[in-house]
């Protein structure tokens, strides 16, 4: 049931450490194409529960569930539009990732988590650091991620995408590791050992193949189902 894989994709994400008491959210497409799936405003990444979402369709209505729509749906809702690929998308305030993107520096492979997203650094949406609280700035967002697995929101956040609601969760985790592990290195001095765009590029079929992703996944989805 998708409202279902809703609810597990937001209480993995609690159980990954990216709450920020009500804010975040993870969204689920709906397989019958009326919108999506996402939690209802109000409550925390962990209370999400059968009474507490929400089917909002890509004008932004409630179709089912209650209350008002996320003011900031219009990340899922146009994600969703330009990449028919994808079924979920996240978007939180994951601390690393925002202390990260405040400095303004490439996103480094020097972890398994920066592979994913090294070589190339990872995408940065600069058209605003409020709240992407209508169509037009969501359709921006959805450019600036492309055909990534994730971008960075600075002075805001993440946001992840994904085939599936486990993909879209590990990318945002594995992304928000990956600031982590580059932030406490820059602590400590200089980085000078990271891998090469080649080892990189190796690295993320080695580490990252959908299994690994799944593995990863549904351990945080046994996590956040247990809470």
């Not at 990444?45 to 089917?55: H, P, S, Y």
């Amino acid at each position: 049931m998708t409202a279902d894989l809703a609810i597990r994709a937001t209480r993995a994400l609690a159980a990954a450490g990216q709450a920020d008491m009500v804010w975040g959210h993870a969204a689920v497409r709906d397989p019958d194409g009326r919108g999506i799936w996402i939690k209802a405003p109000g409550w925390g990444l962990e209370e999400v529960d059968a009474d507490r979402v929400q089917l909002v369709s890509f004008d932004a209505d409630v179709l089912e569930g209650e209350g008002k729509p996320h003011k900031e749906c219009h990340i899922h809702l146009e994600i969703m539009r330009r990449r028919p690929d994808v079924t979920c998308t996240v978007h939180t305030h994951a601390q690393a990732a925002v202390a990260f993107a405040a400095l303004d520096t490439p996103l480094l492979p020097i972890s398994h988590e920066g592979a994913l997203f090294g070589g190339a650094d990872v995408p940065r949406f600069t058209r605003t650091g409020g709240l992407v609280e209508n169509p037009g700035l969501g359709r921006a967002l959805a450019e600036t991620l492309g055909d990534a697995p994730a971008a960075l929101m600075p002075k805001h956040g993440l946001v992840a995408a994904g085939t599936s609601a486990g993909a879209a969760v590990m990318h945002a985790v594995l992304l928000d590791r990956a600031c982590q592990t580059q932030l406490m290195a820059m602590a400590a001095g200089p980085v000078r050992v990271f891998s090469d765009a080649a080892e990189a590029a190796a690295k993320r079929l080695q580490c990252w193949p959908p299994g690994q992703l799944d593995a990863g996944w549904n351990y945080l989805d046994r996590k956040g189902s247990s809470r």
